[in-house]
């Protein structure tokens, strides 16, 4: 019965170290995933900084919470500090994690640990909490909540973890973005030799704090599996573009003089396509993308529907491919602009047995970007499968934007639609 009971235990210790999320799960946390459980293991048992960028509704906090948890338990002797963006948000994270520490699962492991005792909380506020397993002489609390702009002056912690420190103010406002920057960068002074910085949330802007923290890893809306497509077709329509690009795509898309403000419909119809044009934006070095967009013209509900994709570099690396694409979706003629390469690239389509057109291109981007692609952005549907930096490079789009190949390329389209006899 003792050795039945060893190895119940020590299963149980395994799962905290292998599957905390199973733990999240027992405590309560019933959404937690197999994915979740990598992102509290790497809080819990790495050794490097970390930084987690998870879109909204990725339960990052709430494997937060577990994280801390199982940290108080697991390293009893290592303290923590974790700051939030003012002193009244740090209450709810103090409460979660209370709460998986009164749980049936954290009080088994616990008594499986160290020998029969029994887990107690016995300082506990808004603001701070400690354990009976915590051995400090320093009179410190095991977990301290803060404020980012209340004085850290000598405090220290092995732990210092942030949590959504950047918010949409940092996105609107440069002195706040900087105000932000400077009170992360005191973080250093009060980390303990060997210790560790963990940072979780959302970036809002280019030049937020993101900018500094060290090994990001990103998980948007598309790559969780969290949500599905309907959600985040719905999501993307109740909110202005900017917003949804900054919390579930974890990009920076540029509301100020943006052109395009409203958010961009999608449809999985492919056959929708079939029949249409393709343009190629071509790049021939440098930074610049190449663009390829695919579009059709529907005469029943004046609709234009259009795909995109979205090569770094050089078009000759990507001409196979883009071919494949229009092959997939039956948009021929592929149309091209002479004036860059004298034919260069209608040569090469026409190399390969493929049917292109050439043509001169008189008119000044802005203006063609303004006058076709804004004046049809009502009734444009982008095919699901468009590159996201696509549609990005779209909704970004000023006159001083740095990339503007596929909105140029998405009004070339637009352009051979409106002028056709319709």
């Given at each position: 019965?003792?050795e039945k009971k060893q190895k119940k235990g020590f299963g149980l210790v395994r799962t905290a170290m292998d599957h905390p999320e199973r733990i999240g799960r027992a405590a309560g946390f019933r959404d937690?995933?197999?994915?979740?459980?990598?992102?509290?293991?790497?809080?819990?048992?790495?050794?490097?900084?970390?930084?987690?960028?998870?879109?909204?509704?990725?339960?990052?906090?709430?494997?937060?919470?577990?994280?801390?948890?199982?940290?108080?338990?697991?390293?009893?002797?290592?303290?923590?500090?974790?700051?939030?963006?003012?002193?009244?948000?740090?209450?709810?994270?103090?409460?979660?994690?209370?709460?998986?520490?009164?749980?049936?699962?954290?009080?088994?492991?616990?008594?499986?640990?160290?020998?029969?005792?029994?887990?107690?909380?016995?300082?506990?506020?808004?603001?701070?909490?400690?354990?009976?397993?915590?051995?400090?002489?320093?009179?410190?609390?095991?977990?301290?909540?803060?404020?980012?702009?209340?004085?850290?002056?000598?405090?220290?912690?092995?732990?210092?973890?942030?949590?959504?420190?950047?918010?949409?103010?940092?996105?609107?406002?440069?002195?706040?973005?900087?105000?932000?920057?400077?009170?992360?960068?005191?973080?250093?002074?009060?980390?303990?030799?060997?210790?560790?910085?963990?940072?979780?949330?959302?970036?809002?802007?280019?030049?937020?704090?993101?900018?500094?923290?060290?090994?990001?890893?990103?998980?948007?809306?598309?790559?969780?599996?969290?949500?599905?497509?309907?959600?985040?077709?719905?999501?993307?329509?109740?909110?202005?573009?900017?917003?949804?690009?900054?919390?579930?795509?974890?990009?920076?898309?540029?509301?100020?003089?943006?052109?395009?403000?409203?958010?961009?419909?999608?449809?999985?119809?492919?056959?929708?396509?079939?029949?249409?044009?393709?343009?190629?934006?071509?790049?021939?070095?440098?930074?610049?993308?190449?663009?390829?967009?695919?579009?059709?013209?529907?005469?029943?509900?004046?609709?234009?529907?259009?795909?995109?994709?979205?090569?770094?570099?050089?078009?000759?690396?990507?001409?196979?491919?883009?071919?494949?694409?229009?092959?997939?979706?039956?948009?021929?003629?592929?149309?091209?602009?002479?004036?860059?390469?004298?034919?260069?690239?209608?040569?090469?389509?026409?190399?390969?047995?493929?049917?292109?057109?050439?043509?001169?291109?008189?008119?000044?981007?802005?203006?063609?970007?303004?006058?076709?692609?804004?004046?049809?952005?009502?009734?444009?549907?982008?095919?699901?499968?468009?590159?996201?930096?696509?549609?990005?490079?779209?909704?970004?789009?000023?006159?001083?934007?740095?990339?503007?190949?596929?909105?140029?390329?998405?009004?070339?389209?637009?352009?051979?639609?409106?002028?056709?006899?319709?």
């Amino acid at each position: 019965m003792a050795e039945k009971k060893q190895k119940k235990g020590f299963g149980l210790v395994r799962t905290a170290m292998d599957h905390p999320e199973r733990i999240g799960r027992a405590a309560g946390f019933r959404d937690l995933t197999k994915l979740h459980g990598e992102w509290i293991r790497e809080m819990v048992f790495g050794t490097a900084d970390y930084t987690l960028q998870a879109h909204r509704g990725s339960y990052k906090s709430s494997c937060l919470a577990v994280a801390i948890a199982l940290i108080l338990v697991l390293k009893p002797d290592r303290n923590i500090i974790f700051l939030r963006k003012a002193d009244n948000d740090v209450s709810e994270m103090l409460g979660m994690v209370r709460k998986i520490l009164d749980s049936d699962i954290m009080h088994a492991l616990v008594n499986i640990l160290y020998d029969g005792r029994e887990l107690e909380v016995p300082v506990y506020s808004s603001d701070h909490l400690s354990t009976n397993l915590w051995t400090s002489p320093m009179g410190a609390p095991q977990l301290l909540g803060i404020g980012l702009r209340s004085s850290i002056t000598g405090k220290h912690a092995f732990y210092v973890i942030t949590d959504d420190i950047c918010n949409i103010t940092d996105r609107i406002s440069r002195a706040e973005r900087d105000r932000t920057k400077l009170q992360y960068d005191e973080l250093q002074n009060i980390r303990n030799r060997g210790g560790r910085i963990i940072n979780l949330g959302t970036p809002w802007h280019k030049e937020d704090v993101f900018s500094k923290m060290p090994n990001i890893h990103k998980y948007d809306c598309y790559s969780t599996g969290l949500l599905s497509t309907e959600k985040i077709d719905e999501l993307r329509a109740a909110m202005a573009p900017g917003l949804f690009a900054a919390n579930y795509e974890l990009k920076h898309i540029a509301s100020e003089d943006a052109m395009f403000d409203t958010s961009p419909v999608f449809t999985d119809e492919e056959e929708m396509l079939r029949d249409g044009i393709s343009h190629v934006d071509a790049a021939y070095g440098g930074r610049d993308y190449t663009a390829l967009t695919c579009g059709k013209l529907n005469y029943n509900d004046g609709k234009l529907y259009l795909y995109g994709r979205l090569w770094h570099g050089h078009v000759d690396k990507a001409l196979d491919e883009i071919i494949a694409e229009a092959d997939r979706l039956m948009c021929w003629p592929m149309y091209c602009e002479e004036n860059g390469d004298k034919g260069f690239l209608e040569q090469e389509i026409f190399k390969r047995e493929r049917w292109s057109s050439g043509y001169p291109e008189h008119q000044n981007k802005a203006v063609k970007i303004a006058s076709f692609l804004r004046k049809w952005w009502p009734r444009i549907v982008f095919l699901r499968g468009t590159d996201a930096e696509y549609i990005d490079q779209i909704m970004d789009y000023t006159e001083n934007a740095e990339h503007d190949d596929a909105p140029d390329s998405a009004a070339c389209v637009c352009r051979y639609w409106d002028e056709r006899d319709w």
